[in-house]
């Protein structure tokens, strides 16, 4: 894996786009030392595609409207404002009088459709409690692209500078206020939500506009994994973890295994034999693409290691990491460990069988929205143990990665930055004083999970944690294969929820009463 | 006064400049609608002199500092960095080992060495706590100026688009964070002071940087003057008041002065009367100037009715509106108004009786940091009703202050970005929830104190409110000629500032000794 690099790419549950969204190659992708970067865990964006292309029908309705949002919001810079997309369906809604509940996604680092159609247990949700449903793209994301077209919003470190969690946050803030402003709705209650770093955004949005929601529910949110505050190890650790549980020797494999494929790269007509093995379309440059490409793939399953059959990030049965492991330790004896790794990849990038040889592509690292969140704010250090991870080992290097985003976007990270704006380097204790009214929920499955908030912080700031449970499990639809254990986390989250609407309303009652 | 207009120019005790700081003439100030609006309210900046102008010796030692700010704390646009001036003294600071405590003014609209030196009541409450001493510069200010120079700082819409409240509470967030990072205090507990707009700052920045500082002495902080949370005639009511409480002639007097000064205004030769009856040094050029120089004089008289002798706006002896309504009552029979009205200003302009004769310019009104402010985010309506007031009525027209702002400026006004952003339009409930530790202490004859915080929010944010007492009366030095309830108040503030400190002390005990 080459120098495996610390750069924070933050992925989602998402479908793997067979065709990039845009891979424009950069200096970034060529640098060699940072050529591992791009197979770091993923982020979101690479993985959600255009609406059209989902094959799942949509089964949410909602229209589709814009809104004009200042591109800075803390300063008078003379900017041109840009067009936020956001869906909305206002069908269960009982309305302004009856101060109807505004059910409010935190748009992540995608395309918002993709999100609204992966988040099925809102839309559940929103008839139960005569709720209306806004799903706000995040800007820079999706078609809510400043300067009016992708192409000029991210041609360089200028055009991209608005980009930041701040200014989503205060995006955010302004729709709310005023959607309810246009609608006479000033009186309804706002329940956020988010997973994953929307669910971050949903729990700073807590802290920092109190007044425009009521509470939130932050899934598999890592809004600890920032500079020291939990140890860097903890991704690859719980990654590797997940695999381990299943079956040592499938662990002990895939560890074994990167020393083999380094060799044999190294050897003459290695590089053949490896693209042959792993049966790309086209000749391996270099081993590490191959290992940055299995690194991605056991990644992307422990985060979507899921209890039930599901075709988010690609087509997977369930548990797949078990049916991985089981391809991995089923080969008979004699069986090289290229080849076990191979057929137990398979699972992860040909569980259908279908596909005929594999293209690095298939995993695009175009330059994106979330490279650059990575590069600037959103710093969050990864290592890789000696023993506990089955990944190279490696120690977090912040200097790497400042070189490396230099290189790629001529900029430069503020790796405290995130912590002085949201709560400071003791975040669970700022909760604790000045916080309320959020649900944490996680899936120890989830490598993202070592990151979050995972034991009650006050009486209102709570988690729900599942053992089993991945990556923001429980924000997706109901289906008749749900484990109990996820159905129980969920009505936890209608419970909290319920409360909180219930304290809302008694509190205006009382207001009112006297 | 022409149309009053409500420009919401914010003023502090203040030195009046003998000499302006910057008088660049510009479209705004030509406008005829606007001339007044350079008479509303004022704002500290133009109050506030270089250091070597001030004529009490400073009898306070710092240090003077310089430290990098990013422009835009906000987006990762490449602007060039400023230097943020600060004054710091640690004479009396036990230390980091013993956590010794960290008292933190926010600077408002001017040069920080002049907040310094007038605010002897954080000087001296440093050695019973053993505290450090931080005074930082707001940006845009003193000598803390963007782009190197406040010639180019203030060129345009452009230059001056980061000065914004969101922005000089990142840089205090920011200053806090490394330095105590620095000096290894991580542990140190910080207190924040403030006054007027510095007390706004510091409120807020209990609720947008909880985890910064501990606590907030907030004095006369008008947070609640946005939009229409208080009725937009408090400021020239309570003015009024203050001279009506003296004397109820006094305030019939100057409310039909105004009258008397228009139609004068308006005869032959009327012009060179008035400018013969108030002894300007130039010949005046309307009635209007006149009237806004009084209408400045009656503000600043109000927010610094001090119980004893002071020099900051002028020199004033104690009680000042008494006196000044002694004259004007005390003129013979006959006595013109206008004659009248000449001797009681004469209080506020010449009360050493050494000036000769008035310059307009004595009050200049150069473009100026506040009035930018005004512009942008604080947006503070002002009006003056029909029968309580003294001033000319008027209404509150955003559209006029829109206009005027795009004409000075170019730059539209955000009338509701302050409660967006800071605690929405229910301000005083989201500080009840979300809040804690903040003191709002007002002085009940400051006109700014009705839209402050009048009456308790919480168990922890408690107001202290003298009826006597002017514009942030409690921050300045002790005297032997304090009132007993200026005493207990200042003691009240000291008894909670301990009981912060206390709580943070043991909470941190009980945090280590599991």
């Known amino acids: 894996m080459g120098t495996p690099v610390s750069i924070p790419l933050y992925i989602l549950l998402s479908l793997l786009i067979l065709h990039s969204l845009s891979s424009n190659s950069s200096a970034y992708s060529d640098h060699p030392r940072h050529r591992s970067s791009k197979h770091a865990p993923r982020f979101l964006g690479k993985f959600s595609r255009p609406f059209n292309q989902i094959h799942q029908q949509n089964e949410y309705e909602y229209e589709t409207l814009f809104f004009e949002q200042r591109l800075d919001h803390f300063s008078f810079a003379k900017l041109p404002s ?13 309305g302004p009088s009856r101060l109807g509940p505004i059910f409010f996604y935190c748009g992540n680092e995608g395309n918002i459709e993709w999100f609204a159609a992966n988040t099925g247990f809102l839309w559940e949700l929103a008839p139960r409690f005569g709720a209306m449903v806004i799903f706000p793209e995040h800007r820079y994301y999706g078609e809510s692209m400043p300067y009016g077209s992708r192409e000029i919003a991210y041609k360089n470190a200028s055009t991209l500078s608005y980009l930041t969690a701040e200014q989503a946050l205060a995006d955010y803030a302004v729709l709310i206020t005023e959607l309810k402003r246009n609608l006479s709705a000033q009186a309804c209650p706002v329940v956020l939500f988010g997973g994953s770093y ?3 955004l949903a729990a700073w949005m807590r802290l920092k506009y109190p007044h425009v929601a009521i509470g939130a529910l932050a899934s598999s949110a890592p809004i600890l994994q920032f500079e020291d505050i939990v140890p860097p190890e903890t991704f690859y650790d719980i990654v590797s973890n997940d695999f381990r549980r299943e079956s040592i020797s499938c662990f002990q494999t895939i560890k074994e295994s990167w020393d083999v494929i380094a060799s044999k790269g190294q050897e003459n007509d290695g590089l053949n034999q490896l ?32 209890p039930y059959p599901a075709g988010f990030l690609m087509p997977l049965p369930a548990n797949p990491i078990k049916e991985v492991c089981s391809r991995i330790d089923s080969g008979p004896n004699g069986t090289s460990i290229l080849q076990r790794i191979f057929e137990g990849v398979s699972v992860y990038y040909n569980y259908t069988g279908t596909v005929e040889c594999f293209n690095l592509d298939d995993d695009p690292h175009g330059m994106s929205g979330w490279d650059w969140q990575a590069c600037t704010e959103m710093v969050m250090p990864l290592a890789s143990s000696k023993e506990s991870s089955m990944f190279p080992a490696f120690d977090y290097n912040y200097t790497d990665d400042e070189e490396g985003c230099w290189i790629a976007f001529n900029v430069k990270p503020r790796p405290t930055w ?16 000045f916080g309320s009214n959020i649900i944490f929920s996680n899936g120890l499955l989830d490598p993202w999970s070592g990151g979050s908030v995972l034991e009650d912080i006050s009486e209102t700031i709570v988690t729900l944690v599942t053992e089993k449970g991945a990556h923001h499990l429980d924000l997706r639809a109901a289906t008749d294969k749900d484990p109990d254990w996820l159905v129980e986390q969920r009505e936890s989250e209608v419970k909290l929820i319920k409360n909180w609407l219930k304290d809302y309303y008694e509190n205006r009652r009382a207001t009112f009463a006297v």
């Open 82 to 94: 840009f067009q936020q997309k956001y869906l909305i369906n206002t069908h269960h809604w009982v």
């Open 418 to 433: 995130i912590s002085t704006e949201f709560g400071g380097h003791d975040i669970k204790n700022t909760l604790k004083t």
């Open 198 to 200: 929307g669910g971050m």
């Open 275 to 306: 693209t042959k093995t792993f049966r790309f379309c086209r000749k391996l440059n270099s081993s590490e693409d191959l290992s940055n490409w299995l690194d991605s793939a056991y990644s992307y399953l422990a985060m979507v290691d899921y």
